[in-house]
């Protein structure tokens, strides 16, 4: 069974940063894609950044320059490092990964039980 640990949510002031990470666990063959989505109250789910195994990396426009997605491959794990927090960033921060269960099956999409992060002061 393949699972997605999300840490590192909490409460923080604004201006501050937080880093949250996302470590996938079980029996599977590869990890392809693994981003980080974010909803807030009363608005839809919206990609946060992905990140290729490659490390080919894409952000969401409004976050580019105060959010980043690092990466460790050996340790399955993604981190989601976030600077110069508004309180517009609240919002309940969920991981995913596209993964391959097995040689011969395709990636499906797996998710983690989401964070919340919260902006205030």
């Known amino acids: 069974q393949v699972q997605l640990v999300e840490s590192g949510g909490g409460s923080v002031q604004p201006g501050g940063p937080l880093r949250l990470s996302c470590v996938a666990s079980?029996?599977?063959?590869?990890?392809?894609?693994m981003g980080w989505y974010r909803q807030a109250p009363g608005k839809q789910r919206e990609l946060v950044a992905v990140i290729t195994s490659g490390g080919t990396t894409n952000y969401a426009d409004s976050l580019k320059g105060r959010f980043t997605i690092p990466r460790d491959n050996a340790k399955n794990t993604v981190y989601l490092q976030m600077n110069s927090l508004k309180p517009e960033d609240t919002a309940a921060y969920s991981c995913?990964?596209?993964?391959?269960?097995?040689?011969?099956?395709?990636?499906?999409?797996?998710w983690g039980q989401g964070t919340q992060v919260t902006v205030s002061s």
């Open positions: 995913n990964a596209k993964i391959r269960r097995t040689i011969a099956s395709f990636e499906r999409d797996f």
């Open positions: 079980g029996s599977f063959f590869s990890i392809n894609d």
